[in-house]
């Protein structure tokens, strides 16, 4: 498995800080979090690239596999909502690790749609190091929530339903 080629000119910054800024992975207002940024390739990509500083590792100068994970789930999350426009629920994710990533070291991890099948969709990422060795995969099984469902079944408060929207007016 190689690294996608994609074109960094292409990419448009999602802007997630709109809707979760408190969020571990991705809020910008946490400070013990990961604070990760997501791009899309206009086709099928979407990308974070992250440098993983000492407080998340596990033992030594390993990061923590956990924080692999919850970065793999982070990003194929926010694939399918920002690709099919709606809410998601993480059904499973299943991780494998190949090398080691140290502390301090630049990432980067790419996600995709591998399938949708009416309520559910089926994710793949890959996490690469600043030598672009394979690091981690991850695939994940995410349930789909239309904005309306999501709302009706309680998973998101009013205040979230507001950001959701604002959220996706300001990715038009």
């Known amino acids: 498995m190689s690294k996608p080629d994609i074109k960094t000119k292409n990419l ?30 206009g086709c099928k ?9 000492e407080k998340f590792k596990g033992w030594d100068q390993l990061i923590h596999g956990g924080v692999i994970s919850v970065i793999f789930d982070e990003l194929m999350a926010w694939t399918i909502i920002y690709i099919t426009k709606n809410i998601m629920l993480t059904k499973s994710i299943t991780t494998n690790y190949y090398s080691k ?11 995709w749609i591998e399938e949708i ?17 394979l690091c981690a995969q991850a695939s994940g099984v995410y349930a789909i929530f239309p904005l309306k469902l999501a709302k009706k079944l309680h998973l998101m408060s009013e205040e979230s339903v507001i950001k959701f929207k604002n959220f996706f007016s300001a990715c038009q």
């Open 101 to 111: 990533v140290v502390t301090n070291t630049k990432v980067e991890a790419f996600a």
């Open 45 to 53: 990509y979407l990308t974070s690239s992250l440098r993983l500083k």
């Open 12 to 41: 448009k910054l999602i802007p997630t800080y709109l809707w979760s800024a408190e969020c571990f992975a991705c809020g910008t207002n946490n400070p013990c979090g990961l604070h990760m940024k997501f791009y899309y390739d």
């Open 117 to 133: 099948k009416s309520k559910e969709a089926i994710l793949k990422s890959e996490l690469y190091d600043d030598k672009d060795n």
